[in-house]
C-alpha cells in the first residue's frame, strides 16, 4: 500500500469528520436543545473518535517508505486535481444555490439543496476513488435532501419549538458522513494489516 493511499484516506476521514460536525451543528440549532446536552455530546465524542482516527492515519503514513515511482507522482497529481475540480464545482453550486435560495426568499430550503449537491457530489467521487460505498452515501445525502423538502419549517416536540426540517437534515447528514468516514477508515485498517 503506497503513502499517498493512506494520506488520502486520512484525509478522508478528515473531511468527513468536518463537515459530519458542522452538519451536526445545524442539527443542534434547529433542534433547539431539544434532548440538551446529548446531542452536543454525542456529536462531541463521534467527532473526537474520527478525529483521532484521521490522526492515526496521518502518523502511520509517516512511517511508510516514501519512494514513490514517477508514474506514481503523476498518479497523485491527477487524482488531486480531478478532486479539486470535484470539490470546486461543488462549492460554486452550493454558493449559487444560497444565492438563489436567498434571491427567491426561500432561504429554508437552502439546506436541503446544499445536501443534494453534496449527495450528487459523490457520485463523481465514486467513480474516481473506485469506492464503491460513496454511490451509497450519495443516494442517502439526496434522499435526506429530498425528503426534508416535505417536512415542516417550524414544530413542537415536548413543548419546545424547533425546525423540524433542519434538525432531520442536519443530524441525518452528519450521520452519513460520519459512517462514510469510519467506513474508510476502517477499511484502511483491514488493509494495513
Given amino acids: 500500500m503506497s503513502k499517498s493511499t493512506v494520506l488520502g484516506a486520512a484525509n478522508g476521514v478528515m473531511f468527513m469528520t468536518f463537515f459530519g460536525a458542522l452538519w451536526s451543528s445545524i442539527g443542534i440549532v434547529g433542534s433547539h436543545r431539544l434532548g440538551a446536552p446529548w446531542p452536543l455530546a454525542l456529536s462531541a465524542l463521534i467527532t473526537l473518535i474520527l478525529l483521532t482516527g484521521a490522526i492515526s492515519l496521518f502518523v502511520t503514513s509517516r512511517s511508510m517508505n516514501q519512494s514513490v515511482t514517477p508514474q506514481e507522482k503523476e498518479d497523485t497529481k491527477r487524482l488531486n486535481r480531478k478532486f479539486g475540480l470535484i470539490f470546486g464545482l461543488e462549492g460554486v453550486a452550493i454558493f449559487l444555490a444560497s ?93 494495513l494489516k
Fill in 99 to 191: 444565492v438563489i435560495c436567498n434571491t427567491l426568499n426561500h432561504f429554508e430550503v437552502f439546506f436541503p439543496v446544499m445536501a443534494m449537491i453534496v449527495g450528487i457530489h459523490f457520485f463523481p467521487l465514486a467513480t474516481l476513488f473506485r469506492e464503491k460505498f460513496y454511490y451509497g452515501t450519495g443516494i442517502v445525502m439526496t434522499m435526506l435532501g429530498i425528503i426534508s423538502l416535505f417536512l415542516p419549517i417550524n414544530g413542537t416536540i415536548r413543548e419546545v419549538s424547533l425546525i423540524p426540517m433542519s434538525t432531520f437534515i442536519g443530524f441525518g447528514s452528519a450521520l452519513t458522513l460520519w459512517v462514510t468516514g469510519l467506513r474508510i477508515w476502517v477499511t484502511l485498517l483491514k488493509k
